[in-house]
């Protein structure tokens, strides 16, 4: 069942959660931002996921409504079904500037209207995705966590930063907020010292969004980090060693994987 984040006026955060039909396949939440007469789908995942969430979308807007596709980065659990989306609603995919092309490679090319036009492409730096009435998402740097063109996506008006794959976890936990911050942190460790790339990259993000007015964090897998929970996962991102942190030069791998 789709999860209700936030409501206010014109403005709705809608997550998607419990969609993933195929055991062995990694469990992924997507999250819908309604302003006004427009929306943005953050990290739709690929053809596994397209029928049953655009099904489940349509139960709060219509396709044309639909402005943005944004994604953090390359993965097919992020953006692997573009080509359905383009093909359905008039889109415009958001995506750092490293992945636009490389995204191409995963629309037919008998596709049309398909192109570069269809991109909206982040300098390193971040930019704002623009709504009709002003209203604008912030994409908020966040690279070598853990692509090198990475991106989370900041609401102000609900104040949810929407990150990736910082706080991803395998917990059993049923969607909702983190019930227990320190039981929790052994269902993210694996992932985190395996796909992020240091601790320095975990700093650089941390300085950051500190300074950004965060009431959630809402990842890419598992539940959501709220309250005080917050400011403790942005300090354990900071503190974390992880990727070459943990390279061992005998076997060309860190000595922690999921």
């Not at 009709?132 to 070598?144: K, M, N, R, S, W």
């Amino acid at each position: 069942m789709p999860a209700e984040l936030h409501r206010a006026q014109d403005h709705a955060v809608i997550a998607f959660h419990d969609l993933v039909p195929r055991a062995g396949a990694i469990a992924a939440n997507q999250y819908l931002i309604i302003h006004g007469h427009e929306a943005a789908l953050v990290d739709p995942g690929g053809d596994l996921l397209f029928a049953v969430l655009l099904n489940q979308v349509l139960d709060f807007i219509r396709t044309d409504q639909l402005r943005y596709v944004l994604a953090t980065h390359q993965d097919p659990d992020v953006a692997g079904s573009i080509a359905r989306w383009f093909m359905s609603a008039p889109i415009t995919v958001v995506v750092s500037r490293l992945w636009g092309r490389f995204l191409q490679h995963s629309v037919p090319g008998y596709q049309v209207d398909s192109g570069e036009i269809r991109y909206q492409l982040l300098p390193d730096e971040g930019s704002r995705i623009r709504f009709a009435d002003g209203y604008a998402i912030e994409a908020v740097p966040a690279h070598f966590l853990h692509s090198p063109g990475n991106f989370h996506f900041y609401d102000p008006i609900s104040q949810i930063l929407f990150c990736g794959d910082i706080g991803a976890s395998n917990s059993a936990q049923a969607f909702g907020p983190v019930a227990d911050f320190d039981a929790h942190v052994p269902t993210m460790r694996a992932f985190h010292q395996r796909y992020m790339a240091s601790r320095i990259a975990g700093q650089v993000w941390a300085e950051r969004v500190r300074r950004k007015d965060i009431r959630m964090l809402a990842p890419q897998h598992g539940p959501y980090f709220e309250g005080a929970d917050v400011s403790r996962l942005i300090e354990w991102v900071a503190r974390e060693r992880c990727g070459v942190d943990l390279l061992q030069p005998a076997d060309g791998a860190a000595d922690a994987a999921p």
